[in-house]
């Protein structure tokens, strides 16, 4: 099927915190063909697009959301371009896992991506988002990306067009630039040679340093505050006496403060408040004001 829609989509089975309400509707599109549907069809469904991920960095209120939730679902196997200069551009759909990707490119013998081992987010999600851990952000490998709007199309951009920032991309989308929605389709990745084992050991080098330091199984939507300017958020909340703080069914981690996590039946009310009471410590202990990396749905 090209393109499926459901009312009523739970929010909270479609995000990594388990929180949030009904969406108006999702609409889940495999191919270009469906894209061409949807275009036709959006007007029509009474809400506001937004693209949808894995939603591994969204935090959802119980609504219910006046939003069409678009997903993309082309995760076919990525295809190979080798590249004269050695390089291979490594072309996939934004519906494909980061984590099926990372484990294809070391398979493959393809380097560029091991500092993101451990992020849950899909292909798409993932460069909106500019994901990034230890150094890496997914921005610096990007080589061009597929954008799709319901007025222009499908269309692509190369990386040198968009801008990049922390946790943060915007495609230069010329005459579309007015449009306020864009889905991002598909992605080229430009990554270097390197051995398969000597891949496979930076890549559980960088889990296990996660492992050790952030929770990385328990419901979470990952660090849910940037770090500012030369500090680390989840050390400003720590010492602000934030670490393993509950509420209800909410908290602060235990073992990073940044990650704030779904420890039984939690609510959005309360994630939304423990957010608060986060900010106000930090305000109030070291006077900066903390600014969400997670993308709040009201
Ligand atoms: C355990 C854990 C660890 C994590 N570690 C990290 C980390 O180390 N570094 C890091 O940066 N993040 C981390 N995260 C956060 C999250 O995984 C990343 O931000 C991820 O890249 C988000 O991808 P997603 O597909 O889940 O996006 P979603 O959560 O679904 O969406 C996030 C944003 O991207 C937009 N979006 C989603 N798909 C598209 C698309 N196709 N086109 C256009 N816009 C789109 C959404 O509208 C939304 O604004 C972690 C999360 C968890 C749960």
């Known amino acids: 099927m090209p393109l499926t829609l459901t009312p009523g989509t739970l929010l909270r089975e479609r995000t990594t915190l388990r929180l949030g309400g009904p969406a108006l509707v999702e ?21 506001r697009p937004l693209a949808l991920g894995a939603g591994s960095n969204l935090l959802a209120s119980d609504g219910p959301h006046a939003l069409v939730l678009v997903r993309a679902a082309n995760t076919s196997a990525p295809q190979l371009l080798p590249q004269p200069d050695g390089t291979t551009l490594v072309r996939a759909g934004a519906g494909l896992r980061l984590p099926r990707l990372l484990g294809l490119a070391q398979r493959l013998g393809l380097t560029g991506l091991e500092g993101l081992t451990g992020v849950p987010g899909s292909l798409g999600g993932s460069v909106a988002m500019n994901a990034g851990s230890y150094g890496l952000e997914l921005g610096s490998v990007l080589s061009r990306v ?37 889905l991002i389709w598909e992605v080229e990745l430009a990554l270097n040679a390197d051995a398969p084992a000597a891949i496979r050991e930076r ?9 050790a330091s ?28 934030m670490r393993g703080k509950r509420l209800g069914g909410m908290c602060f981690s235990p073992v990073h403060a940044n990650f704030l996590v779904n420890m039984d039946k939690g609510t959005s009310a309360q994630a939304l408040e423990l957010l ?19 993308v709040v749905l009201q």
Request: hydrophobic share 40%; charged share 25%; with cysteine.
């Open 276 to 294: 608060d009471l986060g900010r106000m410590a930090v305000r109030r202990r070291f006077g900066v004001d903390l600014e969400t990396e997670v």
């Open 214 to 241: 952030q929770p990385v199984t328990a419901k979470s939507a990952g660090c849910v505050f940037k770090n500012p300017q030369g500090a680390s958020a989840g050390k400003l909340l720590d010492e602000a006496g």
């Open 203 to 211: 890549m559980e080098a960088v889990y296990a340093r996660k492992k």
């Open 27 to 47: 609409a889940v599109v495999s191919c270009a063909a469906g894209l061409d549907q949807l275009a036709g069809l959006l007007p029509g469904l009474g809400g």
């Open 146 to 182: 597929r954008i799709w709007t319901p007025q222009g199309g499908l269309m692509w951009r190369e990386a040198e067009d968009c801008a990049f920032g922390y946790r943060s991309f915007a495609p230069n989308l010329g005459p579309d630039a007015a449009q306020d929605f864009w």
